[in-house]
Protein backbone atom coordinates (compact mmCIF):
# COMPACT_ATOMS: atom_id res chain seq x y z
CA UNK A 1 0.00 0.00 0.00
CA UNK A 2 0.88 3.38 -0.53
CA UNK A 3 1.74 5.94 1.98
CA UNK A 4 -1.02 8.80 1.90
CA UNK A 5 2.33 11.18 1.61
CA UNK A 6 3.27 9.72 -1.57
CA UNK A 7 0.06 10.06 -3.26
CA UNK A 8 -0.14 12.68 -5.65
CA UNK A 9 -3.37 14.67 -5.39
CA UNK A 10 -5.53 15.11 -8.55
CA UNK A 11 -5.86 17.37 -11.19
CA UNK A 12 -8.86 19.30 -12.28
CA UNK A 13 -9.18 20.93 -15.80
CA UNK A 14 -12.02 23.68 -16.24
CA UNK A 15 -14.13 22.78 -19.02
CA UNK A 16 -13.72 24.70 -21.97
CA UNK A 17 -14.68 24.57 -26.32
CA UNK A 18 -12.55 22.08 -28.12
CA UNK A 19 -11.55 23.99 -31.25
CA UNK A 20 -12.05 22.17 -34.69
CA UNK A 21 -8.46 20.97 -35.17
CA UNK A 22 -8.42 19.82 -31.35
CA UNK A 23 -11.90 17.51 -32.38
CA UNK A 24 -10.23 16.56 -35.12
CA UNK A 25 -7.21 15.61 -33.59
CA UNK A 26 -9.44 13.36 -31.17
CA UNK A 27 -11.22 11.18 -34.27
CA UNK A 28 -7.95 10.31 -36.04
CA UNK A 29 -6.44 9.33 -32.81
CA UNK A 30 -9.62 6.96 -32.65
CA UNK A 31 -9.12 5.99 -36.15
CA UNK A 32 -5.51 5.32 -35.12
CA UNK A 33 -5.97 3.27 -32.12
CA UNK A 34 -8.06 0.66 -34.54
CA UNK A 35 -10.03 -0.73 -31.26
CA UNK A 36 -13.66 0.09 -31.56
CA UNK A 37 -15.48 1.05 -28.81
CA UNK A 38 -17.16 -1.14 -26.49
CA UNK A 39 -20.78 -0.09 -26.41
CA UNK A 40 -22.24 -2.80 -23.31
CA UNK A 41 -20.14 -4.37 -20.51
CA UNK A 42 -20.31 -7.79 -22.65
CA UNK A 43 -17.92 -6.13 -25.24
CA UNK A 44 -15.48 -4.44 -22.45
CA UNK A 45 -14.65 -7.44 -20.11
CA UNK A 46 -12.62 -9.03 -22.55
CA UNK A 47 -11.12 -5.83 -23.96
CA UNK A 48 -7.72 -4.68 -23.85
CA UNK A 49 -6.35 -3.57 -20.67
CA UNK A 50 -5.05 -1.49 -19.66
CA UNK A 51 -8.67 0.32 -21.12
CA UNK A 52 -7.71 2.96 -23.68
CA UNK A 53 -11.20 4.94 -23.09
CA UNK A 54 -10.60 6.95 -20.46
CA UNK A 55 -13.71 9.09 -21.39
CA UNK A 56 -15.88 5.96 -20.09
CA UNK A 57 -17.41 7.04 -17.23
CA UNK A 58 -16.27 3.33 -15.37
CA UNK A 59 -12.30 4.22 -16.22
CA UNK A 60 -10.76 5.44 -13.08
CA UNK A 61 -7.88 7.86 -14.72
CA UNK A 62 -10.27 10.55 -14.85
CA UNK A 63 -13.86 11.88 -13.76
CA UNK A 64 -15.47 14.01 -15.90
CA UNK A 65 -18.21 16.46 -13.96
CA UNK A 66 -21.52 15.97 -15.79
CA UNK A 67 -22.71 19.90 -14.46
CA UNK A 68 -19.70 21.53 -14.90
CA UNK A 69 -17.82 19.98 -17.71
CA UNK A 70 -14.74 20.12 -15.70
CA UNK A 71 -12.21 16.62 -15.97
CA UNK A 72 -10.67 15.55 -12.75
CA UNK A 73 -6.74 13.27 -13.55
CA UNK A 74 -6.92 11.08 -10.61
CA UNK A 75 -3.38 10.33 -11.21
CA UNK A 76 -1.68 13.56 -12.55
CA UNK A 77 1.90 11.92 -12.17
CA UNK A 78 1.19 8.62 -13.75
CA UNK A 79 0.18 7.67 -17.94
CA UNK A 80 -3.36 5.47 -18.27
CA UNK A 81 -0.82 2.66 -19.09
CA UNK A 82 1.13 2.88 -15.85
CA UNK A 83 -1.99 2.16 -13.71
CA UNK A 84 -2.88 -1.08 -12.42
CA UNK A 85 -6.20 -1.14 -12.51
CA UNK A 86 -8.18 0.97 -15.22
CA UNK A 87 -11.83 -0.22 -15.18
CA UNK A 88 -14.33 0.41 -11.67
CA UNK A 89 -16.42 -2.91 -13.45
CA UNK A 90 -13.32 -4.77 -13.42
CA UNK A 91 -13.00 -3.78 -9.35
CA UNK A 92 -16.57 -4.91 -8.85
CA UNK A 93 -16.75 -8.30 -10.57
CA UNK A 94 -13.80 -9.13 -8.03
CA UNK A 95 -16.01 -8.47 -5.08
CA UNK A 96 -15.43 -6.85 -1.80
CA UNK A 97 -12.29 -5.07 -1.11
CA UNK A 98 -10.90 -2.95 2.04
CA UNK A 99 -11.28 0.40 2.37
CA UNK A 100 -7.47 1.09 1.35
CA UNK A 101 -7.42 -0.88 -1.33
CA UNK A 102 -10.26 1.26 -2.54
CA UNK A 103 -7.95 4.59 -1.71
CA UNK A 104 -4.99 3.16 -3.25
CA UNK A 105 -7.02 2.49 -6.35
CA UNK A 106 -8.80 5.25 -6.35
CA UNK A 107 -5.98 7.61 -5.41
CA UNK A 108 -8.04 9.01 -2.19
CA UNK A 109 -7.26 8.17 1.16
CA UNK A 110 -8.92 5.27 3.69
CA UNK A 111 -11.26 8.77 5.68
CA UNK A 112 -12.47 9.53 2.37
CA UNK A 113 -13.63 6.22 1.34
CA UNK A 114 -15.34 5.75 4.14
CA UNK A 115 -17.02 8.80 3.56
CA UNK A 116 -18.81 8.07 -0.20
CA UNK A 117 -19.44 5.01 1.15
CA UNK A 118 -21.67 6.25 4.05
CA UNK A 119 -23.19 8.82 2.15
CA UNK A 120 -23.62 6.51 -1.22
CA UNK A 121 -25.37 4.17 1.37
CA UNK A 122 -28.09 7.14 2.86
CA UNK A 123 -28.80 8.14 -0.47
CA UNK A 124 -29.98 4.05 -1.26
CA UNK A 125 -31.85 4.27 1.80
CA UNK A 126 -33.60 7.97 1.22
CA UNK A 127 -34.88 6.21 -2.44
CA UNK A 128 -38.72 4.93 -2.59
CA UNK A 129 -37.73 1.76 -3.57
CA UNK A 130 -35.32 0.69 -0.26
CA UNK A 131 -38.62 1.55 1.68
CA UNK A 132 -40.37 -0.64 -0.67
CA UNK A 133 -37.88 -3.22 0.19
CA UNK A 134 -38.25 -2.75 4.31
CA UNK A 135 -41.52 -3.29 3.79
CA UNK A 136 -40.85 -6.62 2.38
CA UNK A 137 -38.64 -7.66 4.24
CA UNK A 138 -40.25 -6.94 7.79
CA UNK A 139 -43.69 -9.02 6.75
Known sequence: MT???DRQ?????PARRLSRAEIQEGISLSDWMDVPRPRTRSECVDGPRPCP???CK??????????????????????????????????????????????????????????????GLERLQAEDFALDLETVFRA
Open 58 to 119: YHLFLDVNPVTGSIKINFPKKDVWDLEETCSLDIADRGGITLEEVGAIMNLTRERIRQVEVA
Open 3 to 5: NDK
Open 9 to 13: RSVTI
Open 53 to 55: FVA
